[in-house]
T-cell receptor
Framework: KQEVTQIPAALSVPEGENLVLNCSFT??????LQWFRQDPGKGLTSLLL?????REQTSGRLNASLDKSSGRSTLYIAASQPGDSATYLC????????????FGKGTHLIIQP | DVKVTQSSRYLVKRTGEKVFLECVQD?????MFWYRQDPGLGLRLIYF???????EKGDIPEGYSVSREKKERFSLILESASTNQTSMYLC????????????FGSGTRLTVV
């Protein structure tokens, strides 16, 4: 059964720093990997989607990489801002979108002004 | 703007009540999902559906049922609510194959008293 682990569980950094969030998964036979952001008490907002054939995706200050063979993904946030404070969730799809995502437990990120 | 809409943000119900959580998507997605999210446990899949009138059990279906009479609507039913079903409930949808990833609703915070 697929398992997804996110490290660190929590991170607090000063504004302006570049940072990396890590995600690992046990079964490399994934369909795609998605990074989400969740603000307290809210739903999930999709940040980046990487298909299994891709190595990375970029959106603004965010860059996500995927190394399927080693079961790892990273989310890089450049020039962090207080508005980036949230919980970041990594999720993998192993069944072509038909049977749900397997989630990590998230990294709780605080950007200090 | 494409959306997954959950009808209630907050609900308070009494133990033993029958509870309906509604979810509607406007993206013509084939697949729909219900998750619950609890501190320390992360997101867990309750039920999913890949077509109208079709349903499949997820990881934690006990105490729940679902209904999908129309493509755009997926309902989660708590037949007899219990206090251990107090949680955040999240609905999601995706296309067949999941090429565009998953889209989530804003969540329903259910409290059973």
């Amino acid at each position: 059964k697929q398992e997804v682990t996110q490290i660190p569980a929590a991170l607090s950094v000063p504004e302006g720093e570049n940072l990396v969030l890590n995600c690992s998964f046990t079964d490399s036979a994934i369909y795609n990997l998605q990074w989400f952001r969740q603000d307290p008490g809210k739903g999930l907002t999709s940040l980046l989607l990487i298909q299994s054939s891709q190595r990375e995706q970029t959106s603004g200050r965010l860059n996500a990489s995927l190394d399927k063979s080693s079961g790892r993904s990273t989310l890089y946030i450049a020039a962090s801002q207080p508005g980036d404070s949230a919980t970041y969730l990594c999720a993998v799809s192993s069944g072509g979108g038909a049977d749900g995502l397997t989630f990590g437990k998230g990294t709780h990120l605080i950007i200090q002004p | 703007d494409v959306k997954v809409t959950q009808s209630s943000r907050y609900l308070v119900k009494r133990t033993g009540e029958k509870v309906f959580l509604e979810c509607v998507q406007d993206m013509d997605h084939e697949n729909m999902f219900w998750y619950r999210q609890d501190p320390g446990l992360g997101l867990r899949l309750i039920y999913f559906s890949y077509d109208v009138k079709m349903k499949e059990k997820g990881d934690i279906p006990e105490g729940y049922s679902v209904s999908r009479e129309k493509k755009e609507r997926f309902s989660l039913i708590l037949e007899s609510a219990s206090t251990n079903q107090t949680s955040m409930y999240l609905c999601a949808s995706s296309t067949t194959g999941g090429l565009n990833g998953y889209t989530f609703g804003s969540g329903t915070r259910l409290t059973v008293v």
